[in-house]
């Protein structure tokens, strides 16, 4: 078993009566693709926004990169990449802006930020497109630059909510392979997604229902589990109990 680098114990979340997050406990290895499932409304968001030290937790415990959430939220930040389908770059920048303003950021010196800057662009293909507005990319440049800037300041975790949300489905695989050639250099992907064939690409996948862990294990195993032939099928059979929703 690899290092853990995420743990959590009974990790709960509650808005007065409303427990959002019950009891989940959970761990992710360094290196691994861990797919985070549930429904609208099945606490997903914020287990996600406890685990990035930007919501504490009610009760329960978490290491995330060897740091505690409760009191350790700014070391967390600085050791983990984040992207979302919403927002991860401005529009009104270059692209060359982006990479110096995110690098800033992440703390990185100007000359580490040149380097790195460079052979991004240089790996994605962007080198007649690096001073264009990111807002005139297409849909799917913007998803690999998101991501490559997200990885930019070499973090232990990269947290991504629902990535490839409105891409076609050859930029999908094109960007989960950047996903497994940063997996292959020890990054934890720690990945939510509505695409079920997606969750067939992790290495481990858990389910959520209504703020619990409902399953946890390696897609071919809960196929086998659930008598299902595909992600899809685990996923309803699991869902279709669901109490809440957004």
Sequence with gaps: MKEAVITTDKLTKRFGDFVAT????????????????????AGKTTAMRMLCGLSTPSSGNASIAGFDVYRQT???????????????LYEDLTVLENI????????LSRPRIREK????????GLEQEAKK??????????QKLSFSVAILHDPQIVFLDE????VDPVTRRQFWNMIYEAADRGVTIFVTTHYMDEAEYCNRISIMVDGRVK???????LKEHFGAATMDEVFYALARGAKRSE
Excluded: C, H
């Design 22 to 41: 019950n009891e989940i406990s959970f761990e992710v290895s360094r290196g691994e693709i861990f797919g985070f499932l549930g429904a609208n409304g």
């Design 74 to 88: 700014e070391q967390i930040k600085k050791n983990i990449g984040y992207m979302s389908q919403k927002f991860s």
């Design 100 to 107: 110096r303003f995110f690098g800033g950021i992440y703390g």
């Design 117 to 124: 800057g460079e052979k991004l662009i240089k790996d994605l």
């Design 133 to 142: 507005l990111v807002g005139a990319l297409p849909l799917g440049w913007k």
């Design 163 to 166: 990535p490839t949300g409105g």
């Design 215 to 221: 399953a946890l294990d390696t897609p071919r195993n």
